[in-house]
């Protein structure tokens, strides 16, 4: 059965078809992929809206380069679209159909696709986009004039504006979205923008959730020849997932390491690994390095190395320790 929107313009109630429109949102959506990222990051371009104050979100454009474009079959008179709908008619001239609001979500340290917002000509003529500009900063990358024929649907590509160097993760920013097209009775038509900063945030802990501010010490609580196993912690404090591979460890330094794969962190999450002394390959008894890690995502900072010491023990006769995986 397809759904028939009763809308109202200038007094007058016109019943048009949104069976094109539909086909072409369930073509632009994708799911989550479970990273924490907001369906803004990966694809959603949202509930139809229009001048009158029906509104939605939009999503991330599929694939750059698609400004211009438009979807479905776009018949001249909307004959086919009406067809589906049954007994349905379409508005006697152009009519925008489009979100009142537009996610533009971005995400540190990574490039981040510009925003599909989705307009659709629920009208009987071609509906001509001739103008589009942002405010503060937001850009649209469109082919203009743009036409759209009845029953079809076009894309402009909206970028946010760029992030300041001072931005944390989950500073927010606003703007606005002005198109002009040919409809005779409103003819301008304003899009809320809204972006978020998406990020993780890499930080080292102990097993007690504190932040490490110096060096991660190694101990020697059950012998007096080997340091022992010291646990940390790699934690995410930021609001989007990243992957972890590591750490190298240096000569006189080993213990566990995220899996050859890495492993996903997710936003206020931590896995905990453990680093302990190893004296088999170069004899040392005591010193310092720096355990390296990889992230992979988008990252708010640079990723840091965790620099563990290993203290000297005056009780220890030899050096024989030798750390396991």
Not at 87 to 99: Q, V
Not at 236 to 243: H, Y
């Amino acid at each position: 059965m397809v759904g028939i929107t009763l809308l109202m313009s200038k007094a007058r109630w016109l019943v048009f078809p949104l069976l094109t429109f539909g086909l072409v949102a369930a073509s632009l959506s994708a799911c989550s992929n479970g990273d924490g990222r907001p369906s803004s990051l990966v694809s959603s371009p949202g509930d139809p809206g229009h001048g009158d104050g029906f509104g939605g979100h939009g999503g991330t454009s599929p694939a750059p380069g698609s400004a211009g474009q438009t979807q479905g079959d776009g018949g001249s008179d909307g004959e086919d679209a009406a067809g589906a709908a049954g007994e349905a008619n379409t508005s006697p001239g152009p009519l925008a159909i489009f979100p009142k609001q537009l996610q533009v979500d971005v995400g540190c340290g990574a490039s981040t696709s510009s925003t599909a917002l989705l307009i659709h000509n629920g009208g009987s003529l071609p509906l001509v986009i001739t103008s589009a500009k942002g405010s503060a900063g937001y850009k649209v990358d469109a082919e203009l004039p743009l036409q759209i024929p009845p029953a079809a649907s076009a894309i402009l590509n909206v970028s946010a504006a760029a992030r300041p160097a001072t931005a944390s993760v989950g500073d927010t920013s606003t703007g606005t979205l002005i198109f002009e097209t040919n409809e005779a009775d409103s003819p301008s038509h304003e899009i809320q923008l809204d972006t978020t900063l998406f990020g993780g945030l890499l930080e080292f802990t102990n097993v007690n959730d504190e932040p490490l501010k110096g060096a991660l010490p190694l101990t020697y609580l059950s012998s007096d020849a080997c340091p022992d196993r010291v646990r940390y912690r790699v934690h995410n404090s930021g609001n989007l997932a990243f992957t972890l591979f590591g750490p190298t460890f240096p000569a006189h330094l080993g213990g566990t390491t995220a899996p050859v794969s890495g492993q996903d962190v997710a936003p206020d999450s931590y896995i905990e690994l453990e680093v302990t002394g190893n004296s088999s390959t170069d004899g040392a008894c005591s010193g310092s390095g720096e355990l390296s890690f990889v992230a992979q995502g988008s990252l708010c900072n640079a990723v840091p190395k965790l620099r563990v010491t290993w203290p000297a023990n005056v009780a220890t006769s030899g050096c024989s320790c030798v750390a396991s995986d």
